[in-house]
């Protein structure tokens, strides 16, 4: 089983950027589909974004598309997710996360995630 270590969240202002990592420590990753889940205080974890094992196909919520773009690189062990032109409402705890299932954007099929990493944007 994969083990995953966010990184790269922080404070920035309304229309900046960051770019977060999560690294896995396994060594079988490229056998997942990756995706990346925020949560707010006191609201359910929701989709962000999520990638196939060849990186060949992505998928986005709506509230993220156009802004925000993921990745990875499999020789890394590493999946990254852009965040540019960034909101006070992406203000979360974002989490990456790994399955062995088909490409999914569902929370609950996701069984391995990072600890989070805190995404402050400010107005």
């Known amino acids: 089983q994969v083990q995953l270590v966010e990184s790269g969240g922080g404070l920035v202002q309304a229309g900046g950027s960051l770019r977060l990592s999560c690294v896995a420590s396994g060594r079988t990753f490229s056998s997942y589909n990756m995706a990346w889940f925020r949560q707010a205080p006191g609201k359910e974890r929701d989709f962000v974004a999520a990638?196939?094992?060849?990186?060949?196909?992505?998928k986005y919520a709506d509230a993220v598309k156009g802004r925000f773009t993921i990745s990875r690189d499999n020789a890394k062990n590493t999946v990254y997710l852009q965040m540019n032109s960034l909101k006070p409402e992406d203000t979360a705890v974002y989490y990456c996360?790994?399955?062995?299932?088909?490409?999914?954007?569902?929370?609950?099929?996701?069984?391995?995630w990072g600890q989070g990493t805190q995404v402050t944007v400010s107005s």
């Open positions: 990638i196939s094992r060849s990186g060949g196909a992505r």
């Open positions: 996360a790994a399955s062995l299932r088909p490409l999914t954007v569902v929370v609950d099929s996701y069984g391995i």
